[in-house]
């Protein structure tokens, strides 16, 4: 798998790390997302992670699964979570397979859920 595939992005705006997400996603990025976040998140205090899924045209139980397990570890560790930008064809999907979504909130932008770090 080529690198721009797995390589991730953490951008730290005002204390709340921002994670964009490319597309499609894959297992590789996953295993990647979640030993990267993790290892920031015990190393520097942040208020706040907000992961960018505005570029992701569909997801598919598992890769929200994998999005699930990331989320969960880092609210685990004291974080909250933000889930932004989900496109309509993503969120239709989700809808349908009746997943919990307690361990984060949503936005519709990355704006939006940078203001509920404000």
Given at each position: ?118
């Amino acid at each position: 798998m080529p690198e721009s595939d797995t390589r991730i992005v953490l951008q730290l705006v005002e204390g709340v790390m921002i994670v964009p997400f490319p597309d499609p996603v894959h297992d590789a990025f996953f295993s990647e997302l979640r030993k990267s976040v993790l290892a920031y998140v015990h190393l520097h205090q942040i208020s706040g992670l907000v992961l960018d899924l505005s570029a992701v045209e569909l997801l598919d139980d598992h890769d929200f699964e994998m999005i699930r397990r990331v989320g969960v570890g880092v609210k685990l560790m004291g974080v909250s979570v933000v889930l932004a930008g989900i496109r309509p064809g993503a969120a239709a999907g989700l809808t349908m397979m009746d997943l919990e979504t307690c361990w984060a909130d949503t936005a519709l932008s990355v704006e939006s859920a940078m203001e509920r770090f404000r």
